[in-house]
């Protein structure tokens, strides 16, 4: 069963700020915060990932609560091509037997 | 990035064949690999980890007769479907963890259609 509670859907504004939440308040201390996304019909994409402190990429930045109960996903300048379901998952690295469960993600339409 | 294939992307096939699904990481070796399925309008479902050199380890519920495993290189693991039946429609995808392990990626998916 999925660890994590994530909105149903979500609407952002091309161009603003897209910040999706996550809780996920049983992650075991050994469990990282993953986030994947999945545009229609493709397979899911990497987008983050982190452990407790705030992660920052070229696509995204991670921000976890200080009790890692839970987290936000923030996509800074939201496109259209942004459109998509994002996955939240907490797991375990793959090399201490970790595997990735999905939920139900949240589904981000961004309109123009 | 690492990169994940799968072949082929879609499939049509009629009820009580078989279809292979191939999944290759085409620059980088995976000891291990994880199958999904993910039905219309739903999540995806992880069905089992392909393992090279020993046998695969399936979710439950999932029927190891039916979707046989094989992990035959550092680089390539197989799905087949057998005896294909209409409900076995979906889409299939398989996902790689890359070589520092913290995190995996995904193949492009097949879209398997049984008449």
């Known amino acids: 069963d999925a660890k994590t509670t994530q909105p149903t859907s979500m609407d952002c504004a091309e161009g603003r700020a897209a910040n999706l939440p996550c809780n996920h308040s049983?992650?075991?201390?050994?469990?990282?915060v993953y986030w994947y996304r999945q545009i229609h019909s493709q397979g899911p994409q990497y987008i983050i990932h982190?452990?407790?402190n705030n992660e920052t990429n070229e696509m995204a930045s991670l921000i976890i609560t200080e009790d890692r109960k839970s987290s936000t996903l923030i996509l800074p300048h939201a496109t259209l091509r942004d459109t998509a379901v994002y996955y939240c998952?907490?797991?375990?690295?793959?090399?201490?037997?970790?595997?990735?469960?999905f939920g139900q993600g949240t589904e981000l339409s961004v309109k123009p | 990035g690492a990169v994940v294939s799968q072949h082929p992307s879609w499939v049509i096939c009629k009820s009580g064949t078989s279809v292979k699904i191939e999944c290759r990481s085409l620059d980088f070796q995976a000891t291990t690999m994880f199958w999904y399925r993910q039905f219309p309008k739903q999540s995806l479902m992880l069905m089992a980890t392909?393992?090279?050199?020993?046998?695969?380890?399936?979710e439950q519920g999932v029927e190891k007769d039916k979707f046989l495993i094989n992990h035959a290189s550092l680089t390539l693991s197989t799905l087949t479907v057998t005896s294909a039946h209409p409900e076995d429609s979906s889409f299939y995808i398989c996902?790689?963890?890359?070589?520092?392990?913290?995190?995996?990626?995904f193949g492009p998916g097949t879209r398997l259609t049984v008449l």
């Open positions: 982190g452990l407790k």
């Open positions: 998952i907490v797991s375990p690295i793959y090399n201490q037997g970790g595997k990735l469960i």
């Open positions: 392909s393992n090279e050199g020993s046998k695969a380890t399936y």
């Open positions: 049983t992650i075991s201390g050994n469990e990282y």
């Open positions: 996902s790689a963890p890359t070589l520092s392990a913290d995190t995996q990626y």
